[in-house]
């Protein structure tokens, strides 16, 4: 006798998944820095932001975690990086800037969410699933949701910044379905990326749905993801979930 599965749980990433900044951050840094008298060009900041962030990311994985930073001292020191690799070497005078910025960017104003991304989340929970979040974030995530109406939506908020475990590392997936009490195979994880989220959900061994966009996929992802794990959209969930409900194989 065939079971049709049910999935319980749905698990989320956030930035570029449910919501994104309102402005590159090149921009804010630039705006930032106008409104403490200091010119610098946003493109530039753009460019070595880019650069910054990478490095920093290698050299003090999640905002430092492990080697007892806070995220404030993180993303600080990633600020008055950028702004030194843009032209503008006076530490002193980029030091408010940054601190401004720590503020600026754990206000739900500096966000927008993306489209269906609410009416999406309502359908789920008038579905009978129960949601998460699963973020390689930091402590501020969670103010962020609640701003912008989404923390209600979910059970819990789980991130990198609090857990000590990144997307990919199975641990962090893990920990979300102890806490829900419910088996991988009855849970679905949606993101934005085909390496921490999609791969990693199911290396915990659930089932997963890549959020792409609109844009030409990439190589990678063509040739690795059934198509019908892809969303185009976020209004793409719900039907998709029907699909894998009604699939005596599952994905």
């Known amino acids: 006798m065939t079971h049709q599965l049910q999935i319980r749980l749905l698990t989320w990433d956030v930035k570029d998944t449910l919501l994104r900044l309102r402005r590159p951050v090149g921009e804010q840094y630039a705006s930032s820095a106008r409104a403490h008298g200091l010119k610098v060009e946003a493109p530039a ?3 070595a932001f880019r650069q910054v962030y990478k490095a920093q990311s290698r050299s003090f994985p999640n905002y430092g975690f492990s080697q007892g930073l806070t995220c404030r001292q993180w993303w600080q020191d990633v600020v ?9 070497r006076d ?3 980029v030091a408010p800037i940054a601190e401004q910025l720590y503020k600026d960017f754990s206000s739900p104003g500096y966000w927008q969410l ?3 991304a609410e009416d999406t989340l ?3 929970r008038e579905r009978g699933l129960r949601l998460a979040v699963i973020s390689n974030f930091d402590e501020r995530l969670e103010g962020i949701l609640k701003g912008l109406g989404l923390r209600e939506h979910f059970d819990f908020v789980l991130t990198s910044g609090a857990t000590g475990w990144c997307k990919p590392d199975p641990r962090i997936f893990h920990e979300a379905l102890q806490l829900a009490h419910v088996e991988p195979a009855v849970a679905a994880h949606i993101g934005d990326s085909y390496h921490h989220d999609y791969k990693g959900a199911r290396a915990a061994g659930m089932h997963s749905f890549l959020v792409v966009g609109p844009g030409p996929l990439d190589h990678e992802v063509k040739d690795s993801v059934p198509q019908e794990h892809i969303l185009p959209s976020l209004p793409h969930l719900l039907p998709a979930l029907n699909r894998l409900e009604h699939s005596t194989r599952g994905l």
């Open 114 to 116: 993306l489209e269906g």
């Open 122 to 124: 309502r359908g789920c």
């Open 80 to 88: 008055l990086q950028t702004f030194h690799l843009a032209g503008a």
């Open 91 to 93: 530490a002193q005078a």
């Open 45 to 47: 900041l753009e460019q």
